[in-house]
């Protein structure tokens, strides 16, 4: 395989920013997209906005060589394409993963995986029964700093997690996106399952599947009754606290806030708008050295690996299986039930 044929669909916030990664990757080549919006079909993006970044959408995007079909399901039959992307809202995730996997191709999807379990479980089915690759755009496991410390705790150099706080906290975003389709709850799932599940996903990539949870919330503070800002307690049975909060409430002018602090026996992990640091107990600090070369998000280094992979047959797993995947997806969904009664115990089953 010289490149490995892309094909996207939904040319929204993760789209353009996957299009435009995948420019600059070397093993990448798009070679088609698909949007039900005329205007992205031609490659006119002044629509579209997100809560991070700062790309100029009134420049066009480059269309050029490129098929344009007006449904994902016209590009999965497109026999060139190698790898669908799919960037479209949540709920038309699942039929496109299955519809794609079904056509022999390579699926990378968007998070969240779907909008609850019973999809999840015909999702689980498509992969099992698949000869391709699956991965899901759990961006932050493979963010940098966060794929460093992660590591660094695994490494048990700094002991036991005695206490953590994970937080994502964006301001609104009400507003900004296709039809303002994360603020209908029914289709985003609210900054619950929509924002706050990178924090979900994280406790499971530092610490494994919690026994329990315990989630408080408020609800419909800009969306139509989705849970706007939450707070979790991840109950590992083993005298750690361990929290994550997520939010889309603040107003405009505060700007996107992703953090964490595990403190552990030995030694605390820092990571904020100062910058990623590691406090020993003995007093040093120290700054490390992350080597991020061309690559200096998590969305790069998740496309350029999963890229590689299928140009290489390798079957992903640096980030996360598919099975992990599933893992923290139900996790979240036992945070949603618990913020549904203002905090009550939850079992991860
Ligand atoms: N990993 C991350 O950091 C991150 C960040 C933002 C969004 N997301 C996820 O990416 C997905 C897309 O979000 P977004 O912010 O790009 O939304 P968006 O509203 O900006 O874009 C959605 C795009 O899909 C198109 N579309 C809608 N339905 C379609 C369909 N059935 N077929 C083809 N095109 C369709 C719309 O015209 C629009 O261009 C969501 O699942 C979201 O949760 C992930």
């Known amino acids: 395989m010289e490149k490995v044929r892309i094909g996207i669909i939904g040319l929204g916030f993760m789209g353009t920013t996957h299009f435009r990664i995948y420019r600059g990757l070397p093993n990448a080549e798009i070679i088609a997209i ?12 002044t629509k579209v906005s997100g809560n991070i970044g700062n790309e100029d959408n009134t420049i066009p995007l480059d ?8 449904s994902g399901l016209a590009l999965i039959e497109d026999p060139n394409v190698d790898v669908v992307d799919i960037c479209v809202p949540t709920p038309d995730h699942k039929d496109l ?23 999840m479980a015909e999702i689980e089915q498509a992969v099992k029964s698949a000869n391709t690759f699956f991965n899901v755009g ?18 048990g150099v700094l002991g036991k997690v005695r206490s953590a ?9 009400d507003g900004n996106s296709w039809k303002n389709w994360f603020m209908d709850n029914s289709r985003s799932g609210g900054a619950l399952l929509d924002l706050h599940l990178h924090d979900t996903d994280l406790v499971c990539y530092f610490f494994g599947s919690p026994r329990a949870v315990n989630t408080f919330g408020v609800r419909g503070v800009c969306s139509d009754n989705g849970f706007d800002h939450v707070i979790t307690n991840y109950d590992f049975g083993d005298n750690s ?10 107003p405009r002018t505060i700007p996107f806030e992703m953090s964490f602090q595990i403190i ?9 708008h100062e910058g990623y640091k590691i406090h020993w107990n003995d ?8 080597n991020i070369g061309e690559l200096p998000t998590g969305w790069h280094q998740e496309l350029n690996y999963f890229v590689d992979c299928v140009k290489n047959n390798v079957t992903p797993n640096r980030y996360q299986t598919p099975q992990q995947i599933f893992e923290s997806f139900k996790v979240i969904m036992a945070e949603m039930q618990s913020a549904e009664t203002q905090g009550k115990t939850v079992e991860v089953k």
């Open 34 to 45: 698909a949007d039900v919006d005329a205007d992205k079909r031609r490659g006119d993006i």
């Open 63 to 70: 269309l050029n060589g490129v098929k344009a079909y007006d």
């Open 97 to 119: 993963i299955i519809a794609a996997l079904g056509k022999g191709k390579h699926v990378f999807s968007e998070k969240p995986l779907c909008r609850n379990l019973a999809e």
């Open 138 to 155: 759990m961006c932050i496991r493979a963010w940098p700093e966060y794929f460093h410390a992660q590591k660094l705790y695994k490494s």
């Open 165 to 173: 706080m994970f937080r994502r906290l964006s301001p609104s975003i």
């Open 241 to 250: 606290l361990i929290m994550a909060e997520g939010g889309w409430t603040a």
């Open 264 to 272: 552990c026996e030995k030694g605390t992990l820092r990571f904020n």
């Open 283 to 290: 007093g040093k600090i120290e700054t490390p050295e992350i």
